[in-house]
């Protein structure tokens, strides 16, 4: 068996591919070089820069898994996947309390305005009254998606005694019960919450979920967060509720547009980036030592155990289904990838 492996895994991931295939680490490879030799591999493991399109699918002709080092598959057509019989694995569990951390980092930070604070600081401003902040206790905060992160991270407000209430169509009573939250409809959610995060993965129904209509509906000095997929909220559209006092603040881990990551300097613009009141991280959910390392090994371990026919854990689609099957399935492939996602 072959991999290869586009991006940065731990080493520990690697160590565990080499004891079980034959691995080749090439994390510089350009577009052109991976079309060309991916007909040779097995398997190939990407994080979220390489794009795994319906040419590159074609040209894998021995490619039986594709393995995603992270949550989110929107750089992967799932769907040419599944008509070549290819499985799609990912880990979404590998980032769950380092993507909950930051979100409620970035949360304590628009309240307090604590970065715009610090940079103030750096150029000798020290006027306490500019900074003053709101506090979360006794606050209400909406958590839209209720999935493994979010619910962690409703979990958690819960000890800063925020009355906690959640949006999740998808999601069984049972689970709401579970971690002492409020079931609300999405317009509830928008009309009471002094806080708002999302927790959703990207797909035809979540994209720009958050637009005008909806920041109409929300309470006048809301603060939102979003450390889950840029392009679930209209950007143009918050842009615009901040202007307008409706947002009061918000903290960004994702934009629908991202810089390069791996780029020291760089010429990027987005206007929400040059409002005082927003708070941007590049793209930080899963950055931590230990989210790395747990990613690592467990795509190591998914791919491994894919490629020997075993069970796995964290398949993202269906393969191997005839194409006229595949047209009747497909309207409930995205419902599947987003329970996958959570």
Do not use: C, W
């Amino acid at each position: 068996m072959r991999i290869i492996v586009t991006e940065k895994i731990s080493e520990n991931g690697i160590e565990y591919l080499k004891k079980h295939a034959d691995v080749d680490v090439k994390t510089n490879i350009s577009r052109d070089e991976l079309l060309e030799i991916i007909k040779d591999y097995d398997a190939i493991i990407v994080r979220s820069a390489t794009k795994v399109d319906r040419e590159l699918i074609e040209k894998g002709e021995r490619l039986k898994v594709i393995g995603r080092a992270g949550n989110g598959v929107d750089n992967i057509d799932v769907s040419s996947a599944t008509e070549k019989g290819i499985l799609v694995v990912n880990t979404p569990a590998g980032n769950t309390v380092a993507a909950a951390e930051l979100t409620i980092g970035l949360m304590l930070a628009i309240a307090r305005n604590i970065p715009q604070a610090y940079h103030a600081g750096l150029n000798g401003d020290f006027r306490r009254d500019k900074f003053k902040g709101v506090e979360l206790n006794g606050k209400t905060v909406g958590v839209i998606g209720l999935g493994r992160i979010g619910s962690l991270v409703a979990s958690r407000l819960a000890a800063f005694n925020m009355r906690v209430i959640a949006y999740d169509p998808y999601m069984p009573d049972e689970r709401f019960e579970k971690y002492g939250v409020e079931k609300v409809t999405l317009d509830e959610l928008l009309q009471q919450s002094d806080f708002i995060t999302i927790h959703l993965p990207k797909t035809e129904e979540t994209k720009k979920m958050l637009s005008e209509k909806e920041f109409k509906k929300m309470k006048k000095g809301v603060r939102i967060v979003n450390a889950a997929r840029g392009g679930i909220i209209d950007e143009k559209a918050l842009y615009n509720a901040i202007k307008e006092g409706i947002v009061a603040a918000a903290g960004l881990d994702v934009l629908e547009v991202e810089p390069k990551y791996n780029v020291e300097r760089q010429d990027f613009n987005n206007p929400l980036l040059e409002l005082p009141n927003v708070v941007f991280t590049p793209h930080l959910g899963a950055s931590t030592y230990e989210a790395q390392e747990n990613i690592g090994i467990s795509i190591a371990q998914e791919v491994i155990s894919a490629l020997n026919g075993n069970l796995y854990g964290n398949i993202v689609n269906l393969p191997g289904v005839k194409s006229d099957e595949f047209s009747q399935l497909k309207p409930y492939m995205k419902l599947a990838e987003a329970m996958g996602a959570l």
